[in-house]
């Protein structure tokens, strides 16, 4: 089965296999797992059970024979449900699956999800399995069938309460565990230095405002990595500049709405680094299905190093100088700001940094310098539909502005 | 128990109808107040408009599998809304797609092919009465429900686009013409769903009335047919949440053509109102949906096993409780809004009590099967599909409910496979399974059945194809609503699952022929039916079929239950409702 990489940028980690990651589930009714719960918490990534290597000994006093048997059903779950043609790339974590979290929520979210499908899944082979056999066993075989004459039975108190309570108490169960997990997301007490992002929606790209550093940034949401012992979480607020749109990074976290004239809040609480896709989740017009978003987990020095580049304003060397005219005299400034100009617009993505972005069009295309030219040649033609309109650049203006955005770093 | 008016002098009416003068064709085909005749016109609209939507899926399924690929022969002649220059579909051009898709198969297709056709065809007949209460209202119902069709379809002749902001229609991207590209398009569906609402509230009162008041001396409360138990529950849901829709599109229309803001982000709108006013009419929809199909296929199991239903009054009483709870539930739509932890702990409780219903029916039918004798007619193999199906939507449904992993699987594909378990496989299938167990009274003839088994077959292999892989992709990250999977670093490598859905989806639609084939031809040259071709005990197979004006033409006597099958004692293995139990029948007190 491929599964996604590994950690890189030499992060730090400890591991531990996916079935130990349920134990904090099971451990709410069993009761005795409660020590595995505390550690399961905090600083880890996901294996594959048969990918295990001996490194979850590297977790203190975490033992494969303390995690629950059931395991391998877990297992044998998440075989069921991924897909065999899954494939891997090899630069972005290429499967998005809730068996696959890498953040506290999502963790959270992941236990309740599988606790949930074993029950859905052993009540549906149970009911097949009954059906099938009761329609296969209660067949009419011939004329002669007819003779015999089935039970008259209209019903039976007890067989009918026998049926009726069962579904109540795992009702009872599956809503005690809802609760339990939504109120472990939502009553969440940040702990450590959280970094607060305003997140606005546009049509058909994201705004970032980190409001406690006055530095904003479009489509690729910077944040650093989360360890036990130094707890960065991400508090986002959602806010919509026109319709509604949806905030979605899998690995990471539930999905939640950006609505206009409201705001929701979410957090996040990563602990690998790594680059990690999400996108609008609510129709959002046109080109919804471009409007893409990336979070990229740095360490924390990197992300610091990163926050301190952002907060400068742009500076650009004096040979690119014709295309920073060219920038103010096309109007760009009308709905792109850049700090340290006076190009101070609202309306499009803040092009302050604009040469550190990994991508163009809110994901759509990569940042170089082909799909760049591209991308100003006529943007409707990238990306049909953007409200950025065609500039009507000539080749001079063009490769002049080419130039200016990409010293932007 | 009720003596009903209408019965206090049933000769009479008899006589009123025995004398009826013979009817103009304007008054027997078009504008007919014969309950018979309004519920085959329903028949034969929604299934046109089955079709109209079948092929606004097969469009969807094929720019999903062959993004950007020119649509073959026919990709120069379709309209610019919908096509690029080079014949591929256009993103707008999708969102449309599949807005009007759904629009179409809720509104135009499954509401009606439910409620409409066995609501009006069987009511009367099951219930022992000549015809509706307000025959007038039936015939207007249908003809306003046969004019929001043709605006909902006109949109597509505009020019433009039509609606293109999902049958959710999400303020303010549908409430700002800019925002979704398609104001006249928007417009019209809101006009569309208006009218569609009046033709649904007066069938809605009819039904209740009719149910009430026109029953057969003897048809007490507890003596009806499920279907009619399940139509009587979904006409309250509609009768209350009807309304509810008609104003929120009232509103929208107002927001998209005179500067409103009810929803609109400007001026203190409230776009969450949309969600909610949408949603609380929405989820009851969904049982509005599926409890007919539930009373049609409890019908038939009972029939094709040989035996009473398995606890008669559990079973109604589930659909009671499903229809009542299915007004407090709305909120596990909205999960995903930023709901508070209280509230959303509360609809996701709520939510899940649901499945307690639900399991009761389950089982209930599984109870009525067993020990039985199965006959494996058509409709029979639809019911038990329909049980089947109904197995899996419910419990994928489950997953919905519970708030942290609704967090994640809102607005994916698994929503999509979820859906279509319960609309299609549930409700579509046991839709087809009550047109072949009841086409006879309709007809007069009786389907094919080998060609009935191919239809039942091939749809029900294909549907399984299509919509079973769909829970994998959205587990693995698909999103709903997205014109090109393709362009997601994360969602290329499922392209190959997109394609063999989208081939399954051609395969399923092309599984529609048989029984077009069958339907039509069985018209004309199907075996000729007797009065009551599947031995079955209810009141309309003591009647002629098709029946006469006026149905009966002694009102009958009920005096049993409605599944008195395999009596002990008798000669014959049922006991009709309007049949005295013999002597030596050994019946349990109904």
């Not at chain 1, 026109?242 to 979605?248: E, K, L, S, T």
């Not at chain 1, 990336?294 to 301190?308: G, N, Y």
């Not at chain 2, 009232?250 to 949603?279: E, I, K, R, V």
């Not at chain 2, 607005?411 to 086409?439: D, E, N, P």
Request: proline share 7%; aromatic share 14%; with cysteine.
């Amino acid at each position: 089965m491929p599964y996604r990489t590994f950690a890189k940028n030499g992060a730090e980690v400890k591991g531990e296999f996916l079935g130990g990651c349920q134990a904090p589930v099971l451990a709410r009714f069993v009761g005795k797992f409660r020590a595995v719960e505390s550690r399961c918490r905090g600083d880890r990534y996901v294996l594959p059970y048969w990918r295990l290597e001996p490194i979850y000994d590297s977790v203190p006093g975490l033992r494969l024979r303390q995690l629950p048997r059931f395991s391998a059903l877990f297992a044998a779950a998440y075989g069921l449900f991924s897909s065999p043609l899954m494939a891997q790339t090899e630069e972005v974590r290429s499967v998005q699956n809730i068996f696959n979290p890498t953040s506290t929520p999502a963790q959270l979210i992941n236990d309740a999800g599988l606790l949930t499908m074993l029950i859905c899944l052993g009540i549906f082979i149970i009911v097949t399995f009954l059906l099938f056999f009761g329609v296969w066993r209660y067949r009419r075989r011939g004329s002669e069938d007819d003779t015999l004459e089935p039970p008259q039975v209209y019903g039976s108190t007890a067989i009918e309460l026998a049926w009726t309570v069962p579904p109540i108490m795992i009702v009872i169960v599956l809503v005690l565990v809802t609760a339990r997990t939504v109120g472990e997301i939502q009553n969440h007490q940040p702990t450590g230095n959280p970094i607060r992002v305003r997140v606005v929606g546009h049509r058909f790209w994201w705004e970032y405002q980190y409001t406690d550093d006055k530095v904003t940034t479009a489509n690729e949401l910077n944040v650093p990595v989360s360890y036990l012992s130094a707890p960065r979480p991400v508090e986002l607020t959602l806010e919509s500049a026109d319709v509604v749109h949806g905030f979605w990074v899998p690995e990471l976290s539930g999905k939640l709405q950006a609505v206009p004239n409201h705001s929701n809040s979410l957090w996040l609480q990563p602990s690998v680094q790594g680059t990690y896709v999400g996108n609008c989740t609510v129709l959002c017009g046109e080109q919804h299905a471009n409007m893409l978003l990336r979070v990229i987990v740095r360490s924390p020095d990197d992300f610091q190093r990163w926050l301190d580049n952002e907060k400068k304003p742009a500076q650009t060397p004096s040979e690119v100088d014709a295309g920073r005219h060219q920038f103010l005299l096309s109007s760009c400034g009308s709905c792109h700001a850049i700090k340290g100009t006076e190009a101070s617009g609202t309306f499009g993505p803040d092009l302050t940094h604009f040469g550190n972005r990994e991508t163009l069009g809110s994901g759509v295309v990569k940042n170089d310098e082909s799909n760049l030219r591209a991308w100003l040649r006529n943007p409707q033609a990238v990306k049909p539909g953007c409200l950025m309109p065609n500039m009507q650049l000539n080749e001079t203006q063009l490769n002049n502005l080419l130039a200016y955005l990409k010293a932007l770093k | 128990m009720a003596q009903t008016l209408i019965h206090a002098a049933p000769a009479e009416v008899h006589s009123a109808h025995a004398h009826h003068p013979e009817l103009s064709f304007f008054r027997k085909y078009i504008w007919s107040e014969d309950h018979k005749t309004i519920g085959l016109q329903y028949l034969f609209t929604s299934l046109f408009f089955l079709l109209v939507g079948g092929l606004l899926a097969m469009g969807v399924r094929y720019q999903l599998a062959f993004p950007n690929v020119p649509v073959p022969i026919i990709g120069g002649l379709l309209p610019r809304w919908l096509v690029q220059e080079s014949g591929a579909i256009a993103p707008a051009g999708y969102n449309a797609l599949f807005t009007m898709h759904a629009t179409v198969m809720v509104f135009l297709v499954i509401m009606p092919l439910l409620i409409g056709v066995f609501g009006n065809f069987l009511i009367p007949l099951q219930i022992g009465a000549p015809d509706m209460a307000f025959p007038f209202f039936n015939a207007l119902s249908y003809w306003l429900f046969l004019l929001s069709g043709l605006v909902i379809l006109s949109s597509f002749f505009t020019g433009s686009s039509p609606a293109a902001s999902g049958w959710t229609s999400y303020a303010p991207l549908s409430s700002h013409g800019a925002y979704s590209g398609a104001q006249l398009g928007q417009s019209l569906w809101c006009v569309g769903l208006f009218v569609n609402g009046l033709a649904s509230i007066a069938g809605a009162m009819n039904y209740i009335t009719t149910i009430i008041n026109m029953r057969a001396p003897g048809m007490r409360m507890f003596r009806l047919p499920l279907p009619i138990w399940a139509l009587f529950v979904t006409a309250f849901l509609l009768l209350l949440a009807v309304p509810v829709l008609s104003a929120a599109a009232a509103m929208l229309f107002f927001d998209l053509n005179f500067g409103t803001s009810f929803f609109s982000a400007s001026s203190y709108g409230q776009p969450l109102l949309w969600q909610h006013l949408f949603w609380f009419f929405g989820h009851p929809e969904v049982y509005i949906m599926i409890l007919p199909a539930m009373g049609l296929a409890s019908e038939i199991l009972a029939v094709f096993s040989r035996k009473p239903i398995f606890g008669y009054k559990a079973m109604v009483f589930a659909l009671i409780a499903i229809g009542v709870l299915g007004f407090i539930v709305w909120g596990h739509h909205m999960f995903v809004s930023g709901m508070n932890l209280l509230l959303s702990a509360t609809f996701s409780f709520s939510t899940m009590i649901i499945a307690v219903p639900s399991a009761i029916k389950t089982f209930n039918w599984m109870g009525t099967i067993w020990g039985g004798s199965i006959r494996f007619t058509t409709p029979m193999c639809f019911a038990l599909a329909f049980v089947s199906m109904f197995v899996i939507g419910g419990l994928s449904g489950i997953y919905m409910a519970s708030t942290p992993v609704d967090l994640f699987i809102h607005h994916t594909y698994f929503i999509v496979a979820h859906i279509h378990y319960v609309l299609f496989g549930g409700s579509l299938f046991a839709v087809f399974g009550a047109i072949y167990f009841w086409y006879p009274k309709m007809f007069g003839r009786m389907m094919n059945e080998t060609w009935g088994k191919i239809h039942f077959g091939l749809s029900f292999l294909f549907f399984n194809l299509t919509f079973f892989p769909m829970h994998n992709l959205g587990l693995n990250g698909m999103m709903r609503r997205i014109a090109d999977p393709t362009q997601y670093d994360h969602l290329r490598s499922q392209q190959p699952i997109n394609v063999f859905i989208t081939l399954s989806a051609f395969g399923l639609g092309l599984s529609t022929i048989p029984f077009l084939i069958n339907f039509f031809y069985s018209m004309f040259k199907g075996q000729k039916a007797g009065m009551n071709p599947w031995e079955s005990t209810t009141l309309e197979w003591t009647v002629p079929s098709p029946p006469g004006h006026g149905n009966f033409d002694v009102t009958p006597t009920v005096y049993n239950g409605p599944y008195e099958y395999s009596v002990p004692g008798m000669e014959q293995d049922y006991l009709p409702q309007n049949q005295p139990a013999p002597e030596t029948a050994r019946i349990a007190a109904h």
